[in-house]
């Protein structure tokens, strides 16, 4: 079945320590997205990629890095500079064209310890 | 910046129940809205897409409706079940290239 895969569901940092969010679809979509939730918050967009080796900052990226090598895959590095890392990440992806709507990985919960 | 707005935040019906949750957006140009459902601890799995030049979507006990002129949009979801508990977000695509996301509404529906 064609779908978006996040791994791992759940993962602990050391502070001071950066960390690799993978995200894996086999939707053959254009666009992949990360997103940060935070309870009580909405959706935060941190970084996009509409096509292989480009991508755009969103409206929180400072702290975040990532890279779009291959387009089944957009991994989201959280690096020492992100002062509070500990939320839910999540991946979406879409087709590139103005009518469609997103797909959703099943998140990554990461804490920081 | 388009701003998304879901009320009420937490909505508790009993078993049965018609229900109506609401989204409201402040610019009017959208591409599409689409409403999705979260689970605890789960991703996001979408229910209803509505595109800019469509009035409402249905699928199955849920119909979605789009007012674009006055930044509205509803989800409709007939004769509530235990199950439907979960939180609804409803997200709106101004630009073509990415969505904006309300905060949700909790829905919890009493057996």
């Known amino acids: 079945d064609g779908g978006i895969t996040q791994s791992p569901k759940y993962l602990f940092r050391k502070e001071g320590q950066n960390v690799t969010l993978s995200c894996e679809q086999n939707?053959?979509?254009?666009?992949m997205y990360w997103y940060r939730q935070d309870p009580g918050q909405g959706l935060r967009l941190i970084y996009y990629?509409?096509?292989?080796?480009?991508?755009q900052k969103g409206d929180i990226a400072e702290g975040y890095s990532v890279s779009r090598e291959k387009k089944e895959s957009f991994p989201l590095t959280v690096t020492s500079a992100q002062k509070n890392p500990t939320a839910f990440y999540l991946c979406?992806?879409?087709?590139?064209?103005?009518?469609?709507?997103?797909?959703f990985g099943s998140g990554t919960r990461l804490t920081v310890v | 910046k388009q701003e998304v707005t879901q009320i009420p935040a937490a909505l508790s019906v009993p078993e049965g129940e018609n229900l109506v949750l609401n989204c409201s957006f402040t610019d009017s140009a959208i591409y599409n809205l689409q409403w999705f459902r979260q689970d605890p601890g789960k991703g996001l799995t979408s229910l209803l897409l509505i595109q800019s030049s469509q009035r409402e979507q249905t699928s199955g006990r849920l119909n979605a409706s789009l007012d674009k002129s006055s930044g509205r949009s509803t989800l409709y979801i007939a004769a509530s079940q235990p199950g439907d508990s979960a939180t609804y977000l409803c997200?709106?695509?101004?630009?073509?290239?990415?969505?904006?996301f309300g905060t949700g509404t909790s829905l919890t529906v009493i057996p």
């Open positions: 939707l053959n979509h254009d666009a």
């Open positions: 997200a709106v695509n101004p630009t073509g290239n990415q969505f904006y």
């Open positions: 990629s509409q096509i292989v080796n480009d991508f």
């Open positions: 979406a992806s879409r087709l590139r064209g103005q009518t469609y709507g997103y797909t």
